[in-house]
C-alpha cells in the first residue's frame, strides 16, 4: 500500500497551460506539504496544510494554488505555467509532533516547454 | 532561523569502503536532525532522525550519524558502503518556529553518493 501517491508521475507542458498534481495519504496524518525540487536537486518548501488549513505559504507566486478538501487530500493547481516551474514537485505528509518525520510522495516531474 | 549546509556535492568512493557525509547545521534553538535518501527517480525515504538523548543515531540500511552540539554537525557513516548506496543524501533540520504540529523541514542541498565497482 503506498502511503504518498501522487500522479501524475510526469507532466509534459506548454507554457500558458492551467494544470493540476493531486495526492493522497493513507496514513491518517493531519500535516501535509508541497516541495519543490530544482534541477540543481534543491528542495525548498512550497506549502503546508493542517487540518485542511493552510498554515505555510513561501512566497510561491499566485499562479500556484494548493486545495486540501479534506485531511487525506491536497492538490496543487498552477495556472499559466511558465518555464521556470519545470521542476519536480513533492508531496509530504506527517504525524503529530515536531519529531515525526515527513513521509514523501515519489514526485511529479514537470516540464514545461 | 534555521539552515543546514551540507560541504560536498559529490562523494565518490569504492564499493565496500566507509564513507561520512558531512552536515552542519544552524539553529539559536533545539533542533530536531534529520538525513533522508533519495534513490533515482523516487522520493525521499527517512535514514535516521536525531531528537534527543544519545549522540550516535542508527538507522536503516546500516547507517548511523552522530550529534555533536558543540561543532553543529550531525555527519552520516557508513563503514562500509554497497552499489545500492548510490543516491542522493539530504540532511534536514525542523524549524520549529510555526508551532502546534506543523513545522517544516529545512533541507540541505544534498550529496551525492556515487559507490564505485
Known amino acids: 500500500d503506498t502511503a504518498v501517491s501522487q500522479t501524475p508521475k510526469y507532466l509534459v507542458t506548454q507554457m500558458g497551460n492551467d494544470k493540476s498534481i493531486k495526492c493522497e495519504q493513507n496514513?491518517?496524518?493531519?500535516?501535509m506539504y508541497w516541495y519543490k525540487q530544482d534541477s540543481k536537486k534543491f528542495l525548498k518548501i512550497m506549502f503546508s496544510?493542517?487540518?485542511?488549513?493552510?498554515?505555510i505559504n513561501e512566497t510561491v507566486p499566485n499562479r500556484f494554488s494548493p486545495k486540501s478538501p479534506d485531511k487525506a487530500h491536497l492538490n496543487l493547481h498552477i495556472n499559466s505555467l511558465e518555464l521556470g516551474d519545470s521542476a519536480v514537485y513533492f508531496c509530504?505528509?506527517?504525524?503529530?509532533?515536531?519529531?515525526?518525520?515527513?513521509?514523501f510522495g515519489n514526485g511529479t516531474r514537470l516540464t514545461v516547454t | 532561523a534555521q539552515s543546514v549546509t551540507q560541504l560536498d556535492s559529490q562523494v565518490p568512493v569504492f564499493e565496500e569502503a566507509p564513507v561520512e557525509l558531512r552536515c552542519n547545521y544552524s539553529?539559536?534553538?533545539?533542533?530536531?536532525l534529520f538525513w533522508y535518501v533519495q534513490y533515482p527517480n523516487q522520493g525521499l525515504q527517512l535514514l535516521l532522525k536525531?531528537?534527543?538523548?544519545?549522540?550516535l543515531v542508527k538507522g536503516i540500511n546500516g547507517f548511523e550519524a552522530e550529534f555533536n552540539k558543540s561543532q553543529t554537525s550531525f555527519h552520516l557513516r557508513k563503514p562500509s558502503v554497497h552499489i545500492s548506496d548510490t543516491a542522493e543524501y539530504f540532511c534536514?533540520?525542523?524549524?520549529?518556529?510555526?508551532?502546534?504540529?506543523?513545522?517544516?523541514?529545512?533541507f540541505g542541498t544534498g550529496t551525492l553518493l556515487a559507490v564505485q565497482p
Open positions: 509530504a505528509s506527517k504525524g503529530q509532533g515536531y519529531n515525526s518525520p515527513l513521509h
Open positions: 496514513l491518517g496524518h493531519d500535516t
Open positions: 496544510y493542517n487540518n485542511k488549513e493552510l498554515i
Open positions: 539553529s539559536s534553538v533545539s533542533v530536531y
Open positions: 536525531y531528537l534527543s538523548g544519545s549522540t
Open positions: 534536514a533540520v525542523s524549524d520549529l518556529s510555526y508551532g502546534g504540529a506543523t513545522n517544516k523541514l529545512i
